[in-house]
């Protein structure tokens, strides 16, 4: 049976609109997927779309990346200074301020500052856990905050050291979301192993093994330690809690090489390197270091107190409160700087009494 000239015609113009219109779609569908990349947010439950994420903070100044299959040096000083502890520690019993300080409230900051008494300890957050630095950092993948004004915070942090007072940084060590993403072979993989696992706050977490991640801590903590910080406490030292990611080792054994490597590296006469862990049993490493804990209750004090292996515990173990609460001041503690005026005020008056 043969088909009529014009209904061939008429066939060939409708498979071709039809294939048009099938590449155009394809074309369309293979766009759409690409922009929903962004949006994918791995969890334990699989994988979602989180269309708020494109509020997060994803601007910023990033240098150029490392050379493919850079060698990476790290220095361990393991000569007769190696564990230098000239200049004892001491207790703290100072003030915090957090990013969120640092992005919406700068101007009090300086004010409440200004009224402190010269060598009070003050810690103040300069890398976040997205991997946002809130100073200006010149590390070649130094992501700076787009929310943060840090030539401010630059200029804060050198009046603080100028008045004498004790600094301290705050730095997100292992829950780095920035430099997972450059750096996939230094991060914790989900266990399919289709990238790296993330959080439920979005973020990715490195591998405390991995020799990547710890020459970048080591550079961020060689960076502040130049700036002047007299200590950097290194938060977020610890495994996120999941079953969700790849990670065959101890991990209470990793945890403790990581945190020896990292002072042998940054050891410097007077300088102290700090943990903030989860753990409060967290075996310190031979050196000046001090444990960290943060979001614990008063009442738990005496308790998490009675747990940890430091030498001193007046001196080494350091409460992060959130109140006032007395039970906190047998050890050293760091108050958000929100309450350093009625702290301030009380102890004038005890001090006249």
């Known amino acids: 049976m043969s088909i009529p000239y014009r209904t061939r015609r008429v066939i060939n ?30 969890t334990e439950d699989g994988a979602t779309l989180d269309f708020s994420l494109s509020s997060q903070e994803v601007s910023g100044e990033v240098a150029n990346p490392p050379v493919a299959e850079e060698n990476i040096s790290i220095y361990y ?18 003030y915090y301020i957090t990013s969120e300080m640092l992005q919406t409230e700068l101007a009090g900051v300086n004010e409440k500052v200004d009224k402190l008494v010269s060598g009070t ?8 856990p997205y991997g946002s630095f809130f100073y200006p950092s010149h590390l070649d993948e130094a992501l700076h905050s787009a929310s943060t004004d840090v030539e401010a915070v630059g200029e804060l942090v050198t009046k603080l050291q100028n008045k004498g007072f004790y600094t301290i940084a705050r730095v ?7 430099f997972g993403l450059n750096h996939v072979s230094s991060g914790l993989y989900m266990l399919s192993r289709a990238g790296l696992w993330m959080d439920d706050e979005g973020f990715y977490w490195l591998d405390p093994t991995n020799a990547t991640t710890i020459n970048w801590i080591t550079n961020i903590i060689a960076e502040l330690k130049e700036m002047g910080f007299q200590e950097v406490m290194l938060a977020n030292f610890r495994f996120p809690v999941s079953d969700q990611y790849i990670f065959d080792g101890d991990k209470d054994t990793a945890l403790q090489e990581a945190a020896q ?3 042998s590296a940054t050891n410097a006469s007077g300088f102290t390197l700090s943990f903030g862990v989860d753990n409060a049993a967290f075996a310190l490493p031979e050196g000046r270091c001090r444990i960290y804990l943060e979001g614990v209750d008063a009442s738990r004090a005496e308790t998490l107190a009675s747990q940890t292996t430091v030498e001193d515990k007046q001196i080494q173990l350091v409460f992060v409160a959130e109140t006032n609460d007395t039970r906190f001041n047998e050890y050293s503690v760091l108050r958000s700087l929100n309450v350093a005026d009625v702290l301030e005020a009380q102890k004038a008056d005890a001090s006249n009494g």
């Open 77 to 94: 000083n393991e000569g007769s200074d190696a564990l230098n502890t000239s200049s004892d520690m001491t207790q703290l019993n100072g």
């Open 121 to 128: 300890p003050i810690m103040i957050d300069m890398k976040g």
């Open 172 to 178: 997100s060590a292992f829950q780095d979301y920035n």
């Open 261 to 263: 490597k990292l002072v």
């Open 13 to 42: 113009r409708v498979g071709t609109v039809f294939l048009t219109i099938l590449l155009i779609g394809a074309v369309a569908w293979l766009c759409w997927v690409v922009w929903l990349e962004r949006y994918v947010v791995y």
